[in-house]
Structures are given as structure tokens and as C-alpha cells.
């Protein structure tokens, strides 16, 4: 072994040659006229039986096809953060053991059938912040192994064809994408995945059928797109979720099934669309949500029981709507609310008895309201079984004076 190795180092051949060689360490490269790099053997990784090898940031600009026909010994390889624009076929077809590959950041506009040939024991891909447009049908075909596939701030226009054949996947991002459409049952055969990030896609609408088979998912994220309705029946095999996203949308209704069977959901995301009501009943079952954001809506009123059954809910975001009035037993049963948000809106009065129960409340904002008229005893029955409330926000009411209960808790004017 080590006379192979000192064979090696002293190849005018191998290694090095320039100066600037040994940013590549333990790889080659050859400096160009310009200055740019080619990445031109890996043969050092081979013979010290090297496992992890990073190139990130070594204004590489090409690679030889043979580039690592002597590296079977690499694990983890990232090539992340250079100006590489094209990928010669089968480049990696040698690298049998590899396991990470890392390709963010480069400049890959298309990429060949073949350019993934070899790759049976992958896990990870990152294609990050390249500028593809559409995967070949035949390039996910030799990485049954995958399971996880990051595909994020591209220009996708379609989903990957071979997507139906990682059946080990278990995260898949497509976020910052131009993904405008799902086929129905589009992510069917992926019963593994956990995590499935749609997010900051151009998405109209959604089939029925669009996550159908994916029972194991735990997170969604659907936020900034241009979603205007929802399927009643669109996530209803999604038993496992606890993460959905729906912010930043343009969503002015929603079918009041909308989140039936989701009883292990601990996180919902409403945030910033067009709601002007809420059906009685969409939140029932959610036995287990912690989190509920509905912030920056067009809510003006709300059923008195539609937050019924939110036993383990920890916070309640409300700010930036329409809420004139609040029914008294709006916030019944949340015994578990440590954050109350009703900050933006257009609330004048409120019932003596609609915080009652919230015994873990921490924070209350009831910033930017019209609350400056209310009698100064209605104050203290408002707050009185507050226990645990540590601070106040009541900042834009035109209050002459500060609540009582201020001199007990952080008040905020």
C-alpha cells in the first residue's frame, strides 16, 4: 500500500501539479487558461480507500469521464457550489458504494438517462439550485435505494416520471419549482415517504387522489401556491400526517372534511389566504393539534364550537382578520393554550367568560383592536382564571389606563 501511494504522489501524472491542485485534495484538477478547474481523476481515493470526499466551492467547471473509475471506495461525495453545467454519461457508474451525492448549486440545466447508471446503493441526492427543466423517465431507474431526493429551486415543469419506482423513498423535495398541476395518484407507490415538500410551486389545484398511497407521510408543505379550493377528500389517506402547510395560498373556502382522518396532525398552517368563514365542524378529529395558524385571513366571525375538541392545542394564531365579535364560548375546552393571538382585528367588546378555562394561557395579544371602551370591571372577569398569563399585548386600543391586571403580568401599550 505504501508504495503504491508514493508511486502516486510522485507521478507528475497524478499529483500535483499546480498549486491550486491541492484545493481538490485528494482528487486532481487541472487549471485552464481562465482559471477554471477540470476535475480530471479521483485515482488518490482509491488507493487510500478514502470515504467521504468534498469539492464544494473549487470553481470546477467540467469533469472527465473517467474522473472516478479508481474511487469504489467513496461513500459520501459533494461536488456542491460549481459553475458545472453538463455531466458526462455514466460518470459515476464505478462509485457501486456510494451512498451521498451531493450536485446543489452547480449549473446542470438537463441531465442524460444514464448519468446515474452504478448508483445501487445510493441514499441521498441533492439536485438543489440547479436549472433543470424535466428529468429523463430512465434517470431515477438505477438508484432503487434512494431515500431522499432533493430536487428543490429548479424550474421543473412536470414531476420526474421515475418517481413510481423509488420505492424507498422517504423525503422528497420539490419546493421552488413551476410545478403547475399533480396527476391524480402521482405519488402512489411511494408508501415509505415521511416528507413531501411542495411548497413555493405554482399549484392551481389539486386531483382528488393526488397523495393517495402515501400512508406514512408525516409532513406536507403546500404553502405559497396558488391553491384556490381544496378536494373534500384530499388528504384523507394521510393518517400518519402530523405537519400540513396550506400558508400563503389563495384559499376562500374550505370543505368542512377537508381534515377528517387526520387525528395525528400537531401542526396546521392556514396562514395568509382568503378564508371569510370556517365550517362548524372542519376541525374536528384533530385530536392531537398543537399548532393552528389562521392568521391573516378574512375570518369576520367564528362558529361557537369550531375549536371544540383541540384538547392538546398550544397555540391559536387569529391575528390580521376580520373579527368583530367572539362567541363566549369560542375558546371552550383549549385547556392546554399557552398562546393566544388575536392581534389586527375589529373586536370592539368582548364576553366576560370567552377566555375562561385557558388556566395554562401564557401570552395574550389583543394588539390593534377596538377594546378601549370596555368597563374597567369586565377587565378583571376577562382575566380572572388566567393564572399563568406572563404577558399582555394591548398596544393600538387608545386604553386611558392599563388594565389591573397589569400590575401582575407584562403589559404592552
Given at each position: 500500500?505504501?508504495?503504491?501511494i508514493?508511486?502516486f504522489?510522485?507521478?507528475?501524472h497524478?499529483y500535483?501539479?499546480h498549486?491550486t491542485?491541492?484545493?481538490?485534495?485528494?482528487?486532481?484538477?487541472?487549471?485552464?487558461?481562465?482559471?477554471?478547474?477540470?476535475?480530471?481523476?479521483?485515482?488518490?481515493?482509491?488507493?487510500?480507500r478514502?470515504k467521504d470526499?468534498?469539492?464544494s466551492?473549487?470553481?470546477?467547471?467540467?469533469?472527465a469521464e473517467?474522473?472516478?473509475?479508481?474511487?469504489?471506495?467513496?461513500q459520501?461525495?459533494?461536488?456542491?457550489g460549481?459553475?458545472v453545467s453538463?455531466l458526462?454519461?455514466?460518470?459515476?457508474?464505478?462509485?457501486?458504494?456510494?451512498?451521498?451525492?451531493?450536485l446543489?448549486?452547480?449549473?446542470?440545466?438537463?441531465?442524460?438517462?444514464?448519468?446515474?447508471t452504478?448508483?445501487l446503493?445510493?441514499?441521498?441526492?441533492s439536485?438543489?439550485?440547479?436549472r433543470?427543466k424535466?428529468?429523463?423517465?430512465?434517470?431515477?431507474?438505477?438508484?432503487?435505494s434512494?431515500?431522499?431526493?432533493l430536487l428543490?429551486s429548479n424550474k421543473l415543469?412536470?414531476?420526474?416520471?421515475?418517481l413510481?419506482?423509488l420505492?424507498?423513498l422517504?423525503?422528497?423535495r420539490?419546493?421552488?419549482?413551476?410545478?403547475?398541476?399533480?396527476?391524480?395518484?402521482?405519488?402512489?407507490?411511494?408508501?415509505?415517504?415521511?416528507?413531501?415538500?411542495?411548497?413555493?410551486?405554482?399549484?392551481s389545484?389539486l386531483?382528488?387522489?393526488?397523495?393517495?398511497?402515501?400512508?406514512?407521510l408525516?409532513?406536507l408543505?403546500?404553502g405559497?401556491?396558488?391553491?384556490s379550493?381544496?378536494?373534500a377528500?384530499?388528504f384523507?389517506?394521510l393518517?400518519?400526517?402530523r405537519?400540513?402547510?396550506l400558508?400563503?395560498?389563495?384559499?376562500?373556502?374550505?370543505p368542512a372534511e377537508?381534515?377528517a382522518?387526520?387525528?395525528n396532525?400537531q401542526?396546521?398552517?392556514?396562514?395568509?389566504?382568503?378564508?371569510?368563514?370556517?365550517?362548524?365542524e372542519?376541525?374536528?378529529?384533530?385530536?392531537?393539534?398543537?399548532?393552528?395558524?389562521?392568521?391573516h385571513?378574512k375570518?369576520?366571525?367564528?362558529?361557537a364550537?369550531?375549536f371544540?375538541g383541540l384538547s392538546?392545542l398550544?397555540?391559536?394564531?387569529l391575528?390580521?382578520?376580520?373579527?368583530s365579535?367572539?362567541?363566549?364560548?369560542?375558546?371552550a375546552?383549549?385547556?392546554?393554550?399557552q398562546?393566544l393571538?388575536?392581534g389586527?382585528?375589529?373586536?370592539?367588546e368582548?364576553?366576560?367568560?370567552?377566555?375562561?378555562?385557558l388556566s395554562?394561557?401564557?401570552?395574550?395579544n389583543?394588539?390593534?383592536n377596538?377594546?378601549?371602551?370596555?368597563?374597567?370591571?369586565l377587565w378583571?372577569?376577562?382575566?380572572s382564571?388566567?393564572?399563568?398569563?406572563?404577558?399582555?399585548s394591548v398596544?393600538g386600543?387608545?386604553?386611558?389606563?392599563?388594565p389591573?391586571?397589569?400590575s401582575?403580568?407584562?403589559?404592552?401599550?
Open positions: 500500500m505504501l508504495v503504491t508514493a508511486a504522489l510522485h507521478s507528475m497524478f500535483p501539479i498549486a491542485d491541492f484545493g481538490c485534495f485528494p482528487c486532481s484538477c487541472r487549471q485552464k487558461d481562465d482559471g477554471v478547474q477540470h476535475l480530471a481523476n479521483c485515482d488518490l481515493v482509491g488507493a487510500l478514502i470526499v468534498s469539492l466551492a473549487q470553481n470546477i467547471t467540467s469533469v473517467d474522473a472516478f473509475t479508481s474511487s469504489r471506495s467513496l459520501r461525495f459533494s461536488l456542491s460549481n459553475p453538463v458526462p454519461n455514466k460518470v459515476f457508474a464505478s462509485l457501486d458504494n456510494l451512498q451521498l451525492l451531493d446543489g448549486r452547480l449549473d446542470l440545466q438537463q441531465l442524460e438517462s444514464d448519468t446515474f452504478g448508483l446503493n445510493l441514499r441521498v441526492l439536485l438543489s439550485q440547479n433543470l424535466v428529468l429523463p423517465g430512465d434517470l431515477l431507474l438505477p438508484m432503487q434512494l431515500e431522499q431526493l428543490d415543469i412536470e414531476l420526474p416520471s421515475g413510481k419506482r420505492n424507498n422517504r423525503r422528497l420539490l419546493r421552488s419549482n413551476k410545478l403547475s398541476e399533480l396527476p391524480a395518484e402521482a405519488f402512489a407507490w411511494l408508501s415509505h415517504l415521511r416528507e413531501l415538500d411542495l411548497g413555493y410551486n405554482i399549484l389545484e386531483p382528488a387522489e393526488a397523495f393517495a398511497g402515501l400512508s406514512n408525516q409532513r408543505d403546500l405559497f401556491n396558488r391553491l379550493e381544496l378536494p377528500e384530499a384523507a389517506w393518517s400518519h400526517l405537519e400540513l402547510d400558508g400563503y395560498n389563495i384559499l376562500s373556502e374550505l377537508a381534515f382522518g387526520l387525528s396532525l401542526r396546521l398552517d392556514l396562514g395568509f389566504n382568503r378564508l371569510s368563514e370556517l365550517p362548524a372542519v376541525f374536528a378529529g384533530l385530536s392531537q393539534l398543537q399548532v393552528l395558524n389562521l392568521d385571513n375570518l369576520s366571525e367564528l362558529p364550537e369550531v371544540a392538546q398550544q397555540v391559536l394564531n391575528d390580521h382578520n376580520k373579527l365579535e367572539l362567541p363566549a364560548e369560542a375558546f375546552g383549549l385547556s392546554n393554550l398562546r393571538d388575536l389586527f382585528n375589529r373586536l370592539s368582548l364576553p366576560a367568560e370567552v377566555f375562561a378555562g395554562q394561557l401564557q401570552v395574550l389583543l394588539d390593534h377596538k377594546l378601549s371602551e370596555l368597563p374597567p370591571a378583571a372577569t376577562l382575566f382564571g388566567l393564572g399563568n398569563l406572563q404577558r399582555l398596544q386600543n387608545d386604553f386611558g389606563e392599563l389591573a391586571i397589569c401582575s403580568v407584562e403589559c404592552i401599550n
